[in-house]
């Protein structure tokens, strides 16, 4: 199967581009190839990363405003795991140790690698890269964020059976449903989460 880039343009350029892609590729039923518009977002890539004290045996969750669930016609205040863009030319293990301060306040002794995925394909570029980040719980809490980028982040510490239930919101972010399953399967392949 092969495609061809016929175009490449800019159709809005703001805090995402929105790029128009002209493609012409082939069909699975061995037809003529197929030419196609679609229109995707296009933004640097993003780190997240579940907040785990093993010792306390307490996640560390981040709870703020997302526009995205208000569009979406729920509770526009998120309990998610810490995220943010990674910067040009920088490393993802870097950018999520900077977010992880920044929203939680929080130092990381550790970063266990979880994967990386495209968030949604269908409409955006983006990748996420997905870590668990090994914290000390007791140091968690109050507010945080880059005032000059609008955040307002609260910190929540809370057992793993808390966190889990998270899972069963309408409002749970992909990266937070990923990290939360993974974290489900550590316990189940091992009896205990790393």
């Not at 002209?22 to 030419?35: F, H, I, Q, W």
């Not at 809490?141 to 069963?168: F, I, K, Q, S």
Request: aromatic share 6%.
């Amino acid at each position: 199967m092969k495609a061809r880039l016929i175009d490449d343009s800019i159709a809005y350029q703001g805090f995402f581009q929105l790029r128009r892609l002209t493609v012409e590729r082939d069909c699975y039923e061995g037809s003529a190839p197929a030419t196609v518009v679609q229109e995707v977002l296009h933004r640097s890539d993003v780190v997240a990363a579940l907040l785990l004290d093993p010792v306390a045996d307490r996640v560390v969750m981040v709870e703020q405003f997302r526009g995205g669930a208000l569009a979406a016609g729920l509770p526009p205040w998120v309990i998610d795991i810490v995220a943010g863009r990674i910067e040009p030319g920088q490393a993802p293990e870097d950018a999520i140790r900077r977010e992880i301060l920044e929203e939680s306040g929080l130092e990381t002794s550790a970063l266990l690698p979880i994967g990386s995925y495209l968030t949604a394909p269908h409409l955006s570029s983006e990748r996420v890269h997905l870590f668990c980040a090994q914290i000390d719980a007791r140091q968690a809490g109050g507010t945080h964020g880059v005032r000059a980028e609008g955040e307002d982040v609260r910190a929540l510490v809370m057992t793993r059976a808390e966190a889990r239930r998270l899972l069963h919101l309408p409002s749970t972010s992909l990266w937070a449903g990923l990290a939360l399953h993974w974290l489900a399967g550590q316990e189940d392949d091992t009896g205990a989460a790393p």
